[in-house]
């Protein structure tokens, strides 16, 4: 953190009654030593939040990993860092702890915290010739099947080379960072954040060897969907999910935006992938 | 076949004209030799096939391994035998060809079929005290997540003793003859139809080193719903879906009713799955 | 049990001083009960037991789990019971840990104990008209790469039937018994010892979507040793190493001489492998 | 290529004559175009070419990938770049097929490749404070397993942070180029060569969900061989091995010796995959 603190965003999770408590000490707290704060909810309808001209310097984020995801792409455009604090269960990408936040403030005010910068994908659904969806994801983006537990086809392309149709459960795209999410359960590496890199990894693929691949960040993956008996949906950091219909194509790249998120007490990558059980 | 073919049931994938049109020259063929008829679609809205009394020795199937499963489904308190004649893709528990449907009736009814007999499995929906739902499966019972692309959670025990929970895609309970199916995607291995035997496959679990387990066919699986942020949904045959709640318990075992196939040119097991391609 | 035992065969893992000592407590208070022992050491240079004429009821084995493999072994022929006391680390297939003896032996001497027995498998190498080893194992026998890390070529069939030529680290071939051990960490499930069963899983096939196969227990399998560039070696429950050669074949079956364990306190086999940390 | 050939170095497969034979073609038309050559056999034995003083501007190399592996091995520290002509089968690494070595190399001459760098690894075996052996890898390092199909301990930590202890058949480190061979097999991924990055993947691990790693290139591992039952060795891309002892440490990083490869007709990565039956 190279410039002060003087305004900061608060956004807590909807409908929890201790992450509005903590967020109103918080707030407290920080009006006393002069920083001006917008307190939020993180509204699971809406795409984005209203912060009505608030200009934020950061913002505090009370929630799991789930809703600092949610908020991270929600405030993409306007590339304030994100500070977590844990109140939810595996808490891999918040970095404080719910009961540390006094002293982890203050550490914020004294611009002790380090930026670190993580990459993000963004992607554009086609069907024929219209856009009809597009988004940011931190984590990852997913082509699956419905509800019905029935493979679906693929013709997937990098960079407009083919690689070839599939039959699957679907296709995890993840950034460096969304690999210790859905990816790895698909069968997916674990990648490095510092690697600048997106991970494709298929979902249960039917008599295929295909494997995970990890390409460098500038290329460009499509995915078209040829199935016409199965449902398919995308969804978007394990949260929000857009049906899609056979000859949709998908088309993914990296995003011009980053996240960013505060380190106050960098603890390294491997030592966090121990402490929350990946090995 | 030991006794004679007089009664035969036709049943067709519904809105496929050629179905139809091969369904009536067959038809037509086995009048000429004094075998009765009747035929009737395989709605996809209904659970049964109504026969309004007509009692056959056998029934012939047009269409493909998804329609096969099905009228098995419907029809399995007849416990009368079921002879595919593929007008699908794949075609793995189709017995005959279309193109071939002529010299395959004569050996029918010349009763030079043999039958073999295919374990089931049969379940049931607890909600609280309750039953809600129950039925039958000839390749699979899946207990996956819904359209949205996020870990569920499952408590699993066999034999009331617990094997433990698990965050996974969901989890496949499957018949030898449906290892080849969805099964075989989510990582469980082929199992011979000559063993009577359950095989059980989690789908994507995240950080678990649990692995398929094949059970003899007397036990007793259990699987209970424990997420509550993400949507449940059991899966029949890859053709059926249901949906479930946090607190439901499904109970699995093998069926008292098998499926009958008739086996006109018994190809071999192994000799079937390379032609199919699984290796 | 059903007949008494008043003549026991005491082995011990060799070079092992408490193992000795805890086998001459056990002979002294067998003999208070009139039951003749005879100690032998399990020496790893020899392919059998050297009984001398003595005649036992049952085999009380001193060991890990690996003596308990290579014991049930040599004494394949005797067709007595064995029961393993765990001096080991796993000890999944010893019933008694080593201060359990006591009351162990009074049971056994009540004839409490349950019989279980458990299929093996029996194996020929071919080199051109000639069988230039033969065999047997209780949990696996692997065809595997030698000490160079480097893939080889391998020519599989069942029952006559081509499954194809796969490159390969190798394969194991496993009783139901087997798979906890080396199948399972080369991705082949858990087949239940109930099941009479051949689980045979390729070891990190090269661009192959060939899957774990479970049989039941009539097929006969035969491994075509087919690659020249790298050495391949035969493993018999990874403790016996046999070099093969471009040309071998490899048959394998079902043995006709089970393994027969002595089940004191039958702990269900779900059980142990919760209590062993599969799941 | 920015500068001109006037001096090439020609490296055939050993004990293969019609390597040779073309070879010496080669030979006399490079000597029609004035380019000096120096024509040797890779010998199996050596670890260094002897060049006699020859100063290459270039090398050829007539064999399969393994003989351009061994070839880059032997020339890495002369930095000179390496153009394969493919005898051998899968020809991943060389260049030109055999029949187009008369264009290939008058592109050569004519200035047309490009030259591109792959990095490589390099290690260290230590033996208490010893170092007892070293070396440099294009493809892979590989701890693994002997003859015996027996698991062995190794203890992982990457930049000195622990990973843990696995019980496993071993494990691959990769370069991004060397993900295509053994590490596939293994179950890692495919990583884009563009990419600087070390691919980490476990051989069979045992009751383990440790997941293969793709790190930065800057990072160092350590493997300590912890299993005292079981004969561990070190291969070097699939061909060269090396026994190692409890207690010993394999240290591996990134080596400053790049590969250098002339692309003639820079065929994308993905396609190279596509026509070699990646997917």
Redesign the interface.
Known sequence: MQHPVHALLLVTKPGQDDAQQTAREVQLWLREREVRTLLVENSLDQDNLDLNGFVPDAALVLGGDGTLLAVARKLRRHQIPLLGINLGHVGFLTEVEEEDWHPSLEQLLAQQGRISQRMALEFEVKRGDRTIHSGWALNDV?V????????IGLDIS??S????PIR???I?VATPTGTTA?A?????????P??E?I?M?P??????????????AG?RIRIDITSHSA?A?L?LD????F?LLPGDAIHLQRSAFDARFINLHPK?Y??KL?SK???
Do not use: K, W
């Open positions: 997913v699956n099947r419905g509800r019905i537990a029935r493979l990098i960079d080379q083919p690689v070839g699957a459960d679907g995890v859905y790895v359960s698909a069968g997916g590496p674990l990648v490095h510092e690697l890199a991970c990894t979902i249960c693929p039917f008599m295929s060897h295909i494997r995970p691949m990890v390409l460098d290329h449902e949906c969804t394990g949260q929000v999910g049906d390294a491997l030592d121990r059980g990946y090995f």
